[in-house]
């Protein structure tokens, strides 16, 4: 009989929320990282569509496509055993209609491998929810930031109007009500983030959304410091310099095979 830590699922993150332990996410986009992330015991591994930035180098999530995820959440799940693989949907893979939404949700499990998917979007997008948790497929929503509509909300906290905030309520209600099992709260108010996590049932994972969300996310390469310039991002903890450290080491190096001391 196996001795291995059973795999996370759904019904063990409904658990944690339920006996209010926190629930942790982070993102990895390879196989090593993924290997780490699962190592750490974190309990969602997120192949998010910020890889388009942070690892393919451009300006935004816009350009990513649904081969791009694909090939990333492939290497993920390789070197996850335990965590729930969560592999975002990148832009205009569900905007479009509701047939290619749950077309490109089941392709990121049937080829991808992942165990759920995440979209951007409240009350506009709840009824493509509603298609892809009908076809079996378990869905996380994100709302208030939402990077994939950065050229109309700009890049800016979300909800920090009345109005504002309680749009971010209504789209809340709307991703529950539509069947996700969870939400991403990006970048909102601390006290809108704790209003809607007492109200939903389901879980809210934030990501500069203060403390009162159910987990937290964050950008691995973040949290490491692979970036040393990304300290100034006030949501961000940079709990190593893996940056420096490896600039540090690539210079020891062309040092010493420029002086003769290597090999
Ligand atoms: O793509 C991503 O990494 C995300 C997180 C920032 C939540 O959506």
């Known amino acids: 009989m196996s001795t291995a830590t059973p795999p996370i699922t759904v019904p063990t993150l409904a658990r944690k929320k339920s006996k209010g332990e926190k629930i942790t996410m ?19 591994v997120l192949v998010g569509d910020s890889l388009v930035m942070e690892e393919l180098g451009y300006d935004s999530t816009i350009p990513g496509t649904m081969e791009m995820m694909l090939h990333h959440i492939k290497a993920v799940r390789k070197g996850v055993t335990r965590a729930m693989v969560l592999g975002d949907m990148p832009f205009l893979a569900y905007q479009v209609n509701a047939d290619e939404a749950v077309r490109n949700a089941g392709r990121l499990l049937q080829e991808g491998g992942a165990n759920a998917v995440k979209l951007e979007g409240g009350e506009a997008i709840a009824p493509t929810i509603r298609r892809i948790v009908d076809a079996g497929i378990p869905v996380v929503g994100h709302i208030g930031f939402t990077p994939q509509s950065v050229n109309q909300i700009g890049l800016q906290k979300q909800g920090k109007t009345v109005e ?7 789209d809340a209600r709307a991703v529950q009500e539509a069947g996700a099992f969870a939400v991403v709260l990006e970048l909102i108010p601390e006290e809108l983030a704790a209003r809607i996590t007492a109200e939903l049932g389901i879980i809210t994972i934030g990501i500069g959304a203060g403390p009162g969300c159910d987990g937290q996310v964050l950008v691995t390469s973040d949290l490491l410091g692979m970036r040393p310039e990304r300290a100034a991002f006030k949501h961000v903890k940079q709990y190593a310099q893996i940056g420096s450290e490896i600039e540090r080491a690539l210079n020891a190096y062309r040092e010493d095979v420029e002086a003769g001391r290597f090999p």
């Not at 982070?26 to 969602?44: E, F, K, N, Q, S």
């Not at 504002?164 to 209504?170: D, F, K, S, Y």
């Open 164 to 170: 504002g905030a309680e749009q971010v309520l209504r």
């Open 26 to 44: 982070l993102t990895a986009y390879d196989y090593p990282t993924a290997l780490l992330v699962d190592r750490a015991g974190i309990d969602v």
